[in-house]
């Protein structure tokens, strides 16, 4: 059974959201992604829910040990609770399998003792245009489809309100919210024209996005029919 509970203490300053560090994502034959992200000490977001196996060490590429990982979360939109996916007999998400769209490249809270390489295997079917998000705060993965896309690329029917990153260095987060006054790197900068991940290092990362709406990511509509 799987262990949840709702925002503990230690976690309820994580609900609002995203990480810098460098990253390396890449796609294998079998569509699956290896994934291998820095890790800070403290938390730190990364696409995805990373697996760990049970009497296996961590994927080739890790600098880091199994016991050097000491919590992953994943954020549960719909139950609004975080499921503890490391340590513990983590079984998936059987009961949401018909909401595959939501919690396809995704995004969870992983905590480390040290700083170091995490790798990793992610299984991510549902390209961007197919990907979903709920109204309310939604953990969202970088996968490679997202470099060099605006908001205003991405958002396709989502009503988005707030960005937010969690710089783990300072273990604090960024927020940059629709309607206000946003300057980033000293430059003025429209909330729709931020692009969430600019270069090859932010892939494999997550950030947390507020929806006003539920909506569908990165779908284009046609013009509707005149009333």
């Known amino acids: ?82 499921t503890q996916v490391f340590p513990g007999n983590f079984q998936g998400f059987p009961e949401l399998r018909d909401k595959y769209e939501y919690i396809s490249g995704s995004a969870s809270w992983v905590y480390s003792d040290k700083s170091g390489y995490f790798a990793y295997s992610q299984v991510d079917p549902i390209p961007l245009q197919n990907k979903k998000l709920t109204a309310g705060w939604n953990f969202v993965g970088f996968s490679p489809e997202f470099k060099m896309k605006k908001i205003s690329q991405i958002k396709g029917s989502c009503n988005l309100e707030k960005v937010a990153y969690w710089n783990n260095n300072d273990q604090k987060y960024v927020i940059f919210s629709a309607g206000e006054s946003i300057t980033i790197e000293g430059n003025p900068t429209n909330f729709e024209d931020i692009i969430l991940a600019d270069s090859d290092s932010d892939l494999g990362k997550g950030v947390l996005i507020k929806s006003i709406n539920d909506c569908q990511m990165g779908s284009i509509s046609p013009p509707s029919i005149p009333q």
């Open 1 to 82: 059974m799987n262990k949840k509970f709702i925002l503990p203490v230690s976690l309820m300053l994580l609900v609002g959201l995203a990480v810098f560090v460098s990253a390396e994502i890449s796609q294998t034959a079998g569509g699956n992604y290896n994934v291998k992200v820095y890790l800070e000490k403290g938390w730190n977001l990364v696409y995805g829910v990373p697996m760990i196996q049970e009497g296996y060490p961590l994927s080739d590429g890790s600098t880091l040990v199994k016991e050097d990982l000491k919590a992953i979360y994943w954020y549960n939109p719909f139950s609004f609770e975080f």
